[in-house]
């Protein structure tokens, strides 16, 4: 899990009385990393740390720093953070597959808070201007995912079934697929309908770009794709901190969302992360500072 921060100047303030910052933005904590307040398009590197010097965690790391910051000590809830992680995954996005070219974007969400993760980007990537739809074959009845299926429904945004997946070829219908099937904590093998949406994800399948969350599904999180034929997202969005699985990942596009993480975290875990530029709520960690126009299979050797 994941997310960002928005720094208001009390003289922009009295220069702007008009403006008045959302209660994302007022809720959004410091970076430990985020000195630096250059203004700069997260699409481009900022020089302060190689993807090799920055820290990949595994699953157990991830799992207790979640733990940790939903604790009494930090005071995150389970939905601040799944809306920041959403927020950086729409960021991102947006920031390789503009809507002028990308427009028609596809999410697929899971079970768990990888696929709450994906329901927030969708309802951001609406709001930037793309033509969302969802496809959420295993609904859970807990009050933050209903909320977060009615708040897309109340936009307009369109629902569709795993036939519709599964019976059209995607690259005709989206130019742009979010795999938020499963996140850190998932293990084991994938079961219907999940193991039949990452076969269409897959290369020989000729899919559109893929903007995997965390950590493509299917890949092992600890040690990437140890199958040698799991899919090949062109851009990937790591949350909190990289995982050590996504070392492996040799895309065009590798990004980091996580700027809340507080600097005790950061230091208790031994967390070295890359700047984030001026207010974005990604950094780039490693890959080409250009859009990427190919499919799902580009850019891995």
């Known amino acids: 899990m994941l997310a960002l921060s928005s720094v208001l100047a009390t003289a922009t303030r009295a220069a702007a009385p008009a403006f008045r910052p959302s209660s994302l933005h007022r809720r959004v904590a410091l970076s430990a990393a985020a000195s630096d307040h250059t203004i700069q398009s997260p699409g481009e590197t900022n020089g302060s740390m190689s993807s090799?010097?920055?820290?990949?965690?595994?699953?157990?790391?991830?799992?207790?720093?979640?733990?940790?910051l939903?604790?009494?000590?930090?005071?995150?809830?389970?939905?601040?953070?799944?809306?920041?992680?959403?927020?950086s995954i729409a960021s991102a996005l947006q920031t390789v597959y503009p809507p002028a070219s990308h427009r028609r974007v596809l999410v697929l969400a899971g079970p768990g808070n990888n696929g709450g993760d994906g329901l927030v980007a969708g309802r951001h990537l609406h709001h930037f201007g793309y033509d969302v739809q969802v496809c959420y074959p295993k609904r859970t009845d807990k009050a933050i995912y209903c909320g977060l299926v009615t708040q897309l429904e109340t936009l307009g945004v369109q629902f569709v079934g795993v036939d519709h997946i599964t019976d059209n070829a995607l690259v005709t219908v989206y130019d742009v697929v979010i795999d938020a099937l499963f996140g850190f904590s998932f293990s084991g093998e994938p079961r219907d309908p999940f193991d039949q949406l990452l076969e269409v994800l897959n290369p020989y399948n000729s899919?559109?770009?893929?903007?995997?969350?965390?950590?493509?599904?299917?890949?092992?999180?600890?040690?990437?794709?140890?199958?040698?034929v799991g899919m090949r997202p062109e851009l990937l969005v790591s949350l909190t901190a990289p995982k050590k699985g996504?070392?492996?990942?040799?895309?065009?596009?590798?990004?980091?969302?996580?700027?809340?993480?507080?600097?005790?975290?950061?230091?208790?875990?031994?967390?070295?992360?890359?700047?984030?530029?001026?207010?974005?709520?990604?950094?780039?960690?490693?890959?080409?500072?250009?859009?990427?126009?190919?499919?799902?299979?580009?850019?891995?050797?």
């Open 246 to 301: 996504a070392a492996t990942f040799t895309g065009p596009h590798h990004f980091l969302g996580g700027r809340f993480v507080p600097p005790a975290i950061a230091a208790e875990f031994g967390l070295a992360l890359p700047q984030y530029p001026g207010s974005q709520q990604c950094t780039r960690i490693s890959g080409l500072a250009s859009s990427g126009a190919g499919g799902g299979g580009f850019g891995f050797s």
């Open 207 to 228: 899919p559109p770009p893929i903007v995997a969350v965390d950590i493509p599904s299917g890949w092992s999180v600890d040690e990437g794709d140890v199958s040698g």
């Open 70 to 87: 939903m604790g009494p000590a930090y005071g995150f809830s389970i939905d601040q953070l799944m809306e920041l992680a959403g927020l």
């Open 52 to 68: 090799s010097s920055v820290t990949y965690i595994t699953a157990a790391q991830a799992a207790e720093i979640d733990a940790k």
